[in-house]
């Protein structure tokens, strides 16, 4: 079983700032992870998949990179919009069945 | 415009049945696998449930398996999660969201359902 492990769990940083989010698989995940920003009552929103690739409609401020076991989300300059919590988000299908695995997850928040 | 809607949430008994439903319209739904995923209060989403878009290969999480069965039916554009032997534990809100077209993450979610099991 993949474990996903999110730090740091809580970050302030500043409006106008770059945050960087870090997500580490317990076992190589190749590039099957994405990332969610969920707001309060709110379903999480896609917002990187394939571990770099965009959602559509995410803003080119957010961006993600990496692979096997270490994965970054980085946001270039934070809008107020953009504080939230964010989750990693694993796919393994090795050995079967497919599994889905979710990060603890980051709460980004003002400085 | 993709739109998924969760309905049968409520307050259950421990040991009580369940049954969620969720419509979904503005996409093929015969194409794409959907999913149960759920988020206890405080804490972060687990993955519950998937089925093919066809309906013929479901999956489980550990915590569903044998209590929980996930089924669709095409012609209504609905996905379903039968909910058996409910625990406390169970207690979370339940979303169904669509896998996207890599069939690795989840690109639309709809708002979610609360389910409490509570005596």
């Known amino acids: 079983e993949i474990v996903l492990t999110q730090s740091p769990a809580t970050l302030s940083v500043s409006p106008g700032e770059r945050a960087t989010l870090s997500c580490r698989a317990s076992q190589s995940v190749s590039t099957n992870l994405g990332w969610y920003q969920q707001k309060p009552g709110q379903a999480p929103r896609l917002l990187i998949y394939?571990?770099?690739t965009r959602a559509t409609g995410i803003p080119a401020r957010f961006s993600g990179s990496g692979s096997e076991t270490e994965f970054t989300l980085t946001i270039s300059s934070l809008q107020s919009e953009d504080f939230a919590v964010y989750y990693c988000q694993s796919y393994d299908n090795w050995p079967q069945p497919p599994m889905y695995t979710f990060g603890q997850g980051t709460r980004l928040e003002i400085k | 415009e993709v739109q998924l809607l969760e309905s049968g949430g409520g307050l259950v008994q421990p040991g009580g049945s369940l049954r969620l439903s969720c419509a979904a319209s503005?996409?093929?739904?015969?194409?794409?696998?959907m999913t149960w995923v759920r988020q206890a209060p405080g804490k972060g989403p687990e993955w519950v449930s998937a089925v093919s878009g066809s309906g013929d290969a479901t999956y489980y999480a550990d915590s569903a398996k044998g209590r929980f069965t996930i089924s669709r039916d095409n012609s209504k554009n609905a996905l379903y999660l039968q909910m058996n032997g409910l625990r406390a534990e169970d207690t979370a809100v339940y979303y169904c969201a669509k896998e996207s077209s890599n069939a690795r993450t989840f690109d639309h979610w709809g708002p979610g359902t609360l389910v409490t099991v509570s005596s």
């Open positions: 503005g996409f093929t739904f015969i194409n794409y696998a």
């Open positions: 394939g571990a770099s």
